[in-house]
């Protein structure tokens, strides 16, 4: 009875002082690679360099997508008032509807029963091309009165070109909700939808609100551009001369007012062209004529008010001379 007793509690005894211990001792698991997943991660980095990268999926391919809710969305986003019905029409490319018609097709659906009721934005990017290059010539003659016709068609050309224009409006979003066969879509396609989406615009907004949007996102294109990049000028003296035969002023004389390392492979020549002995502009150059030329595109820049130095655009919302050019925009 006694050693039963004992027995008992050197058991009762051991059992707490494991429980002590046990809890003075943190268990803690470690997470390392699995012994498969070094084979795994060569096989898929081999396969990633035999078939290439996977094509790109269109937003409306992937998950949690609603059409009608991001074209609401795109209007509200850029404060503007769209209607509905116009904005969607501006998206639907011909060669989306064409694409869609021989899908079908090729199922076997019949045509009849299931044909689409869409409209293409032919119709709208002609209006909104129309509008843009009308506003955007009455905004640089406004802006840029002394520049000439083919200086005011150079900057026209730059802000309408499909490099230009596919950048806004692939910063805008336009890229996710176009229709298009293709993905990416080809800059032809987003250029023209692009024009499509101005169309909507003036036909929802009206003229003064389309113009006040082509001036926030696409003049601003024209920050830190100069103006020969965008106008090819073959001979600058040549045209230079015939600005000053305009004005009747004399003639510009070029001068060499200083150079360094001639002997050496890097020669520099700074040219000042003057009229009535005062100083029209300088430039440097590698050669005597480079730097003469150089000279020709200062003072050209200087006569039409297209200096480094300039005035900033007033990109404000009140402006003065805004309304008359929306009014000749609208009358044409």
């Not at 293709?182 to 939808?193: G, I």
């Not at 520099?268 to 730097?291: C, H, I, N, R």
Request: glycine share 6%; aromatic share 8%; charged share 20%.
């Amino acid at each position: 009875m006694a050693s039963g007793y004992i027995l008992n509690r050197g058991v009762l005894t051991l059992g707490i002082h494991c429980q002590r211990v046990c809890r003075n001792v943190s268990l803690s698991q470690v997470r390392e690679k699995k012994r498969w997943m070094k084979a795994y991660t060569y096989l898929m980095a081999k396969k990633l360099k035999l078939e290439g990268p996977p094509p790109p999926k269109p937003r409306s391919q992937q998950p949690h997508w609603d059409y009608h809710a991001e074209v609401q969305a795109f209007s509200t986003r850029l404060h503007e008032n769209f209607s509905l019905e116009p904005l969607k029409t501006a998206f639907i490319n011909p060669c989306y509807l064409q694409a869609e018609q021989e899908r079908r097709k090729g199922l076997g659906v019949d045509s009849e029963t299931t044909a689409l009721v869409l409209k293409d934005n032919i119709q709208l990017s002609e209006k909104g091309t129309s509008f843009v290059r009308s506003f955007l010539t009455d905004w640089c003659r406004a802006s840029f009165p002394s520049l000439p016709g083919e200086g005011v068609e150079g900057i026209v050309g730059h802000l309408t070109s499909q490099a230009v224009v596919t950048y806004v409006a692939r910063n805008l979003g336009i890229e996710d909700l176009t229709m298009s066969a293709e993905f990416p879509v080809p800059d032809d396609v987003l250029h023209s939808t692009f024009m499509a989406v101005i169309g909507a615009l003036q036909e929802s907004s009206g003229a003064e609100r389309t113009g006040l949007f082509l001036r926030d996102f696409l003049v601003t294109e024209l920050i830190g551009k100069d103006l020969f990049d965008m106008w090819t000028v073959v001979n600058p003296m040549g045209l230079l001369v015939e600005e000053l035969s305009k004005k009747n002023v004399p003639l510009p004389e070029p001068r060499l007012i200083r150079s360094a390392g001639a002997s050496t492979v890097l020669p520099l020549y700074f040219v000042g062209l003057y009229s009535d002995k005062k100083l029209l502009a300088q430039g440097p150059g590698e050669t005597v004529l480079a730097a003469e030329e150089e000279a020709a595109r200062v003072a050209l820049r200087k006569l039409y008010g297209y200096t480094e130095n300039r005035k900033p655009f007033d990109f404000s919302p009140q402006r003065q001379h805004q309304q008359p050019l929306i009014q000749s925009v609208s009358s044409n």
